[in-house]
């Protein structure tokens, strides 16, 4: 679950997701994109292999200022906007459908296991939006990061290494929502907007860590850089400790930008419930 609202119908929550899922992406987007450009300059320019985060970030200050930091920025910005609207509107039409029209007690709207405790409709519903995502963001993310690596894109090769962005997509996404849903149903955190900050931060910035390889993998897929085998890119990496190249700025990023987003989202969701739109 995104937001904290009493949801009507499957239909009109993925309407306002839609909405509010935009809100969302040009936050997200906005936020992070500086340290997301040092982030993608550590993975895959060699010139920057033995150079930490901070040697980059003077770099591109010396020679091309603030509009170095924003590079590449115009497609993943209204692209943000455009698939994070269709994930959580995804996201929101699965899970409202699940909370509505299965009994309490089925097996995908309970826990896993004590230990565990992972509701199957979070994994359902998070896989799906993943799915729509993903068609729509691998362009757009094929465009961001070859403007960041100042290479021109091709057309016909917006779908380069699709199959890593998809992959990518959903495993960064279920641990996230996952804690999300966690954090919703055993505390009171998401009750605030900075205790709705704080948990998206944390959960996004556990989610990085664990997924950051098929981070790099991805963007070397999409750009072309590395070769064209996942052999010949961990060779370019310098080996398998090179998967994690910019995984501090990146992970940094992903959770400011996220838990911005999630502020931002939250605030127009409770405008909606406002303005009288679940009525």
């Known amino acids: 679950m995104s937001h904290s609202e009493v949801r009507t119908s499957a239909t009109r929550e993925a309407a306002l997701a839609l909405f509010t899922g935009s809100v969302y992406g040009g936050v997200h987007t906005v936020v992070g994109h500086p340290l997301d450009t040092i982030k993608s300059r550590l993975q895959m320019d060699l010139a920057m292999r033995n150079a930490s985060a901070f040697d980059v970030a003077k770099s591109l200050w010396r020679t091309e200022g603030i509009r170095g930091f924003f590079r590449g920025c115009v497609p993943p910005l209204w692209g943000s906007m455009v698939y994070r609207g269709v994930m959580y509107s995804g996201y929101e039409f699965s899970f409202t459908f699940i909370e509505k029209e299965f009994p309490d007690d089925h097996f995908l709207k309970n826990e896993i296991a004590p230990a565990f405790p992972v509701r199957p409709m979070v994994v359902a519903s998070t896989v799906f939006a993943a799915s729509c995502r993903g068609v729509i963001e691998s362009p757009i993310e094929y465009a961001k990061v070859m403007g960041q690596m100042k290479q021109s894109w091709v057309l016909g090769h917006v779908y380069q ?9 959903a495993a960064l996404l279920i641990p996230i929502f ?10 009171d955190l ?3 907007l900075p205790g709705n900050f704080l948990v998206m931060s944390g959960a996004c910035g556990v989610s ?8 790099t993998i991805k963007n070397l897929a999409q750009t072309g850089i590395g070769g064209n085998s996942l052999k010949e890119r961990i060779n370019y990496l310098g080996g398998w400790r090179g998967v994690y190249r910019g995984v501090w700025p990146g992970t940094i990023a992903g959770g400011l930008r996220n838990g911005a987003g999630m502020v931002a989202m939250v605030f127009a969701q409770k405008w909606a419930t406002h303005l009288g739109l679940r009525d």
């Open 161 to 169: 290494g699709v199959q890593w962005q998809m992959l990518r997509t």
């Open 178 to 187: 996952a804690l999300l849903d966690i954090a919703r149903l055993k505390t």
């Open 190 to 192: 998401t009750k605030t």
């Open 208 to 215: 990085y860590l664990c997924c950051w390889p098929l981070e």
